[in-house]
């Protein structure tokens, strides 16, 4: 704790009365970013680096990378250099292969992927205030974000900010769509409880049977139902699959006696089984997805 209180001193001193577009002062962002970074488990190095991502080029008297490494270590003085050698992208058109270059790009620069960990909290706290930038900085931004940077948190396995960066990309990609879904959530929510029902139907129904499981649930986001109206041609009312939930088990043998039991206690909907045990993803995902109808 001390490292970090020492960096966040030094941060706040190199970017003195510095304010951001919205009239705050600009050491508001480094330690929000390094927040984001500290909830997702980060070393105290990353954090350290979060603090001072940008006082080696946005502050008005630049801080040196030499002097960084002299006072917290050489290896934030890389993070933080990696981050800074991150170049601007810029996306003009939504072709496949220029944006998975763009990808492979911000992969291939960075010798520690804790650099692009890092960077993907910077892009999310600059989408949370979003709101100070003009409108076609705030559309080239989201554009920018939904392309790249979500992808890029997927292929991380960090799924909170790979939702977050979606949702917050199509609030200002498309915001009528995206304030209907909103609105037609929040009446959706208002009356259920069937999300905590069946988690409890499912938890309890393992523990019977004698496996081990830590179950969650969420809702789909708001970014998932908007892509399945999109694609599907259907309304907010025709989304069936609203509900999500993971089932961790121990043993793989588990999995499977798992999905048994799934479709005991509710009604399989045909052809939609996925095994991803028997065949991976490339990044090696393995689990096995059903969907399934209650009541």
Not at 47 to 54: E, G, Q, S
Not at 57 to 71: F, G, R, V, W
Not at 134 to 161: C, F, N, W
Not at 174 to 198: M, Q, R, T, W
Request: charged share 30%; hydrophobic share 35%; aromatic share 8%.
């Amino acid at each position: 704790m001390r490292k970090e209180c020492t960096t966040g001193r030094s941060a706040e001193k190199a970017h003195g009365e510095q304010r951001r577009r919205s009239g705050e002062p600009y050491i508001c962002h480094p330690v929000a970013v390094a927040e984001i970074v500290a909830s997702l488990g980060l070393d105290t190095n990353s954090i350290c680096a979060a603090l001072l991502h940008d006082t080696v080029e946005d502050c008005p008297e630049k801080t040196n990378l030499a002097e960084i490494e002299k006072l917290f270590g050489e290896e934030v003085a890389m993070l933080v250099d990696g981050l800074t050698k991150l170049v601007p992208l810029y996306i003009e058109d939504k072709e496949e292969a220029h944006i998975e270059n763009l990808r492979k790009m911000l992969l291939a620069m960075s010798k520690d992927v804790r650099v692009i960990f890092i960077k993907l909290c910077d892009r999310l706290h600059n989408m949370r205030t979003l709101d100070a930038k003009p409108d076609p900085k705030r559309r080239s931004t989201a554009l920018e974000t939904m392309y790249v940077y979500a992808p890029l948190a997927h292929r991380l396995g960090i799924q909170s900010l790979k939702t977050e960066l979606e949702d917050t990309s199509l609030k200002y990609l498309d915001p009528v769509g995206y304030n209907e879904i909103v609105a037609d959530l929040k009446s959706f929510n208002a009356n259920s409880d069937v999300l905590n029902e069946i988690r409890g139907i499912i938890t309890d129904k393992l523990a019977e049977v004698g496996i081990k499981a830590r179950v969650t649930g969420r809702i789909k986001h708001i970014y998932s139902i908007y892509r399945k109206m999109f694609n599907q041609n259907k309304q907010f009312n025709e989304i069936y699959d609203l509900y999500a939930f993971r089932i961790i088990v121990e043993k793989v043998n588990d999995c499977y006696n798992a999905l048994g039991y799934m479709h005991d206690i509710f009604r399989a909907i045909p052809g939609r089984l996925k095994d991803y045990i028997a065949t991976p993803k490339p990044n090696m995902y393995q689990s096995l997805h059903t969907t399934v109808s209650y009541k």
